[in-house]
Protein backbone atom coordinates (compact mmCIF):
# COMPACT_ATOMS: atom_id res chain seq x y z
CA UNK A 1 0.00 0.00 0.00
CA UNK A 2 1.50 3.33 -0.92
CA UNK A 3 2.25 5.82 2.23
CA UNK A 4 1.59 9.08 2.66
CA UNK A 5 5.04 10.99 3.77
CA UNK A 6 4.90 13.51 7.06
CA UNK A 7 7.46 15.84 8.03
CA UNK A 8 9.62 13.00 9.30
CA UNK A 9 12.75 12.45 7.39
CA UNK A 10 11.85 8.92 6.24
CA UNK A 11 10.71 6.55 3.39
CA UNK A 12 9.09 3.13 3.96
CA UNK A 13 11.28 0.07 2.48
CA UNK A 14 11.42 0.25 -1.33
CA UNK A 15 10.31 -3.14 -1.27
CA UNK A 16 6.96 -1.89 0.06
CA UNK A 17 6.03 -0.07 -3.80
CA UNK A 18 3.33 -0.87 -5.51
CA UNK A 19 3.52 -2.83 -8.73
CA UNK A 20 4.36 0.04 -11.17
CA UNK A 21 6.99 1.08 -8.57
CA UNK A 22 4.99 4.15 -6.85
CA UNK A 23 6.18 3.67 -3.00
CA UNK A 24 5.04 7.32 -1.41
CA UNK A 25 3.14 10.60 -1.33
CA UNK A 26 3.80 13.95 -0.39
CA UNK A 27 6.82 14.93 2.03
CA UNK A 28 8.87 17.50 0.22
CA UNK A 29 11.95 18.66 -2.07
CA UNK A 30 14.52 19.54 0.71
CA UNK A 31 17.96 19.01 -0.26
CA UNK A 32 17.96 16.16 2.68
CA UNK A 33 14.92 14.05 1.21
CA UNK A 34 16.49 14.18 -2.54
CA UNK A 35 19.39 12.71 -1.00
CA UNK A 36 17.87 10.71 1.27
CA UNK A 37 16.04 9.38 -1.55
CA UNK A 38 18.52 9.03 -4.14
CA UNK A 39 20.83 6.84 -1.19
CA UNK A 40 17.50 4.81 -0.77
CA UNK A 41 17.21 3.93 -4.44
CA UNK A 42 14.18 5.89 -4.46
CA UNK A 43 13.24 9.45 -6.94
CA UNK A 44 10.69 12.21 -7.63
CA UNK A 45 8.84 11.58 -10.54
CA UNK A 46 5.33 13.77 -10.88
CA UNK A 47 3.41 16.14 -13.09
CA UNK A 48 2.23 19.99 -12.44
CA UNK A 49 -0.93 19.84 -10.60
CA UNK A 50 -0.11 16.39 -8.47
CA UNK A 51 1.26 15.96 -5.15
CA UNK A 52 5.17 14.89 -5.25
CA UNK A 53 5.32 10.95 -5.79
CA UNK A 54 7.99 8.67 -5.03
CA UNK A 55 9.37 5.55 -7.10
CA UNK A 56 11.38 2.81 -6.61
CA UNK A 57 10.45 0.62 -9.55
CA UNK A 58 11.42 -2.94 -10.19
CA UNK A 59 13.52 -4.24 -12.31
CA UNK A 60 15.49 -1.17 -12.27
CA UNK A 61 17.32 0.27 -15.49
CA UNK A 62 20.82 0.70 -15.06
CA UNK A 63 23.98 1.07 -16.90
CA UNK A 64 27.34 -0.43 -16.18
CA UNK A 65 29.42 1.72 -17.12
CA UNK A 66 31.76 -0.86 -18.93
CA UNK A 67 28.76 -2.05 -21.08
CA UNK A 68 28.40 1.19 -22.64
CA UNK A 69 27.38 0.65 -26.87
CA UNK A 70 29.71 3.21 -29.03
CA UNK A 71 28.26 2.43 -32.78
CA UNK A 72 30.70 3.08 -35.45
CA UNK A 73 28.87 5.86 -36.47
CA UNK A 74 28.69 7.41 -32.72
CA UNK A 75 33.04 6.59 -33.13
CA UNK A 76 32.98 8.63 -36.03
CA UNK A 77 31.40 11.74 -35.04
CA UNK A 78 33.14 11.68 -31.66
CA UNK A 79 36.30 11.19 -33.71
CA UNK A 80 35.22 14.70 -35.93
CA UNK A 81 35.25 16.48 -33.00
CA UNK A 82 31.91 18.10 -33.88
CA UNK A 83 31.12 18.64 -30.62
CA UNK A 84 32.55 19.97 -27.15
CA UNK A 85 31.30 18.78 -23.97
CA UNK A 86 31.66 19.92 -20.66
CA UNK A 87 30.72 19.46 -16.67
CA UNK A 88 28.93 22.26 -14.78
CA UNK A 89 29.54 25.21 -16.68
CA UNK A 90 25.68 26.08 -17.30
CA UNK A 91 23.15 23.64 -14.99
CA UNK A 92 20.65 26.01 -14.82
CA UNK A 93 20.44 25.82 -18.81
CA UNK A 94 20.87 22.43 -19.33
CA UNK A 95 17.79 21.56 -16.69
CA UNK A 96 15.69 24.08 -18.00
CA UNK A 97 16.30 22.70 -21.72
CA UNK A 98 15.19 19.34 -20.16
CA UNK A 99 12.28 21.14 -19.27
CA UNK A 100 11.52 22.66 -22.32
CA UNK A 101 11.77 19.51 -24.72
CA UNK A 102 9.13 17.94 -26.06
CA UNK A 103 8.93 13.92 -25.80
CA UNK A 104 6.71 11.46 -27.00
CA UNK A 105 4.14 10.17 -24.97
CA UNK A 106 4.03 13.19 -22.62
CA UNK A 107 1.33 16.32 -22.09
CA UNK A 108 3.71 18.43 -20.80
CA UNK A 109 6.84 18.71 -18.00
CA UNK A 110 7.45 16.82 -15.29
CA UNK A 111 10.23 18.65 -14.39
CA UNK A 112 7.79 21.33 -12.69
CA UNK A 113 9.59 24.79 -10.85
CA UNK A 114 9.47 23.21 -7.25
CA UNK A 115 11.59 20.31 -9.11
CA UNK A 116 13.69 23.13 -10.65
CA UNK A 117 14.37 25.36 -7.71
CA UNK A 118 14.84 22.24 -5.74
CA UNK A 119 17.95 20.43 -7.99
CA UNK A 120 18.96 23.74 -8.60
CA UNK A 121 20.16 23.93 -4.87
CA UNK A 122 21.44 20.36 -4.96
CA UNK A 123 23.59 21.69 -8.27
CA UNK A 124 24.55 24.25 -6.07
CA UNK A 125 25.32 22.20 -3.24
CA UNK A 126 27.96 20.02 -5.12
CA UNK A 127 25.16 17.19 -5.17
CA UNK A 128 23.47 17.87 -8.83
CA UNK A 129 25.67 17.65 -12.01
CA UNK A 130 25.56 18.74 -15.59
CA UNK A 131 26.96 18.15 -18.97
CA UNK A 132 26.74 20.66 -21.71
CA UNK A 133 27.48 20.19 -25.55
CA UNK A 134 28.35 22.83 -27.64
CA UNK A 135 28.83 23.18 -31.40
CA UNK A 136 29.49 26.38 -32.63
CA UNK A 137 29.60 28.38 -29.12
CA UNK A 138 26.00 27.48 -28.84
CA UNK A 139 24.70 24.98 -26.50
CA UNK A 140 22.89 21.92 -28.55
CA UNK A 141 22.14 19.27 -26.19
CA UNK A 142 23.38 18.11 -22.15
CA UNK A 143 21.87 16.31 -19.23
CA UNK A 144 21.82 16.14 -15.48
CA UNK A 145 21.34 13.65 -12.81
CA UNK A 146 22.29 13.33 -8.80
CA UNK A 147 25.86 12.34 -7.72
CA UNK A 148 26.18 9.85 -5.17
CA UNK A 149 30.46 9.50 -4.62
CA UNK A 150 30.46 7.53 -1.88
CA UNK A 151 28.66 4.44 -3.50
CA UNK A 152 30.80 4.85 -7.37
CA UNK A 153 26.85 5.43 -8.88
CA UNK A 154 25.55 8.39 -10.72
CA UNK A 155 21.82 8.81 -10.76
CA UNK A 156 20.83 10.10 -14.56
CA UNK A 157 17.76 12.21 -14.32
CA UNK A 158 17.33 13.76 -17.68
CA UNK A 159 18.75 14.93 -21.01
CA UNK A 160 18.00 17.23 -24.08
CA UNK A 161 19.47 17.28 -27.83
CA UNK A 162 18.61 20.11 -30.14
CA UNK A 163 20.80 18.40 -33.15
CA UNK A 164 21.36 14.86 -34.16
CA UNK A 165 23.87 12.81 -32.14
CA UNK A 166 24.14 16.02 -29.52
CA UNK A 167 23.31 13.82 -26.36
CA UNK A 168 24.90 10.58 -26.70
CA UNK A 169 28.24 12.28 -27.49
CA UNK A 170 27.49 13.95 -24.38
CA UNK A 171 26.25 11.18 -22.42
CA UNK A 172 29.75 8.66 -24.04
CA UNK A 173 31.55 11.92 -21.88
CA UNK A 174 29.55 11.39 -18.61
CA UNK A 175 29.81 7.33 -18.63
CA UNK A 176 34.19 7.94 -19.77
CA UNK A 177 34.41 10.67 -16.91
CA UNK A 178 32.88 8.13 -14.08
CA UNK A 179 34.50 5.49 -15.71
CA UNK A 180 37.98 7.12 -15.16
CA UNK A 181 36.85 7.78 -11.19
CA UNK A 182 35.71 3.84 -10.53
CA UNK A 183 32.19 4.28 -10.94
CA UNK A 184 30.41 1.06 -11.69
CA UNK A 185 26.87 2.10 -12.51
CA UNK A 186 24.70 4.91 -13.86
CA UNK A 187 20.90 4.39 -12.81
CA UNK A 188 18.44 5.23 -15.51
CA UNK A 189 15.94 4.49 -13.45
CA UNK A 190 13.34 3.16 -15.86
CA UNK A 191 13.43 1.40 -19.90
CA UNK A 192 13.82 3.17 -22.50
CA UNK A 193 14.48 1.53 -26.26
CA UNK A 194 17.20 4.67 -26.65
CA UNK A 195 18.82 4.01 -23.48
CA UNK A 196 18.83 -0.17 -24.44
CA UNK A 197 20.72 0.90 -27.22
CA UNK A 198 23.09 2.23 -25.32
CA UNK A 199 24.02 -0.88 -23.48
CA UNK A 200 21.54 -0.04 -21.01
CA UNK A 201 19.97 -2.58 -19.09
CA UNK A 202 16.58 -4.07 -16.41
CA UNK A 203 18.09 -5.55 -13.80
CA UNK A 204 16.41 -6.52 -10.21
CA UNK A 205 15.51 -3.68 -7.67
CA UNK A 206 16.97 -5.85 -5.07
CA UNK A 207 20.73 -5.93 -7.00
CA UNK A 208 20.13 -2.17 -7.73
CA UNK A 209 20.16 -1.64 -3.74
CA UNK A 210 23.05 -3.43 -2.88
CA UNK A 211 25.04 -0.81 -5.38
CA UNK A 212 24.07 1.83 -2.55
CA UNK A 213 25.02 -0.35 0.43
CA UNK A 214 28.00 -0.75 -0.11
Not at 60 to 78: Q, T
Not at 196 to 213: T, W
Given at each position: ??????????????F????????A????????????AY?S????W??????????S??????????????S????????????????N???????????????????????????????????????A??????????????????????????????M????????????????????T???T???????????E??????I????????L??
Amino acid sequence: MVQFLTKELLFPPVFEASMDGLLAVGGDLSEERLLLAYRSGIFPWYEAGQPILWWSPDPRMVLFVEDFKVSKSLRKIIQKNIFKVTFNQDFEAVINHCARIKRDGQQGTWITKEMLNAYLQLHKNGHAVSFEVWQDGHLVGGGYGVNLPQYKVFCGESMFSLVSNASKVGFYNLVEKYKTNNYTVIDCQVYTPHLESLGAQEIPRKQFIKHLNI
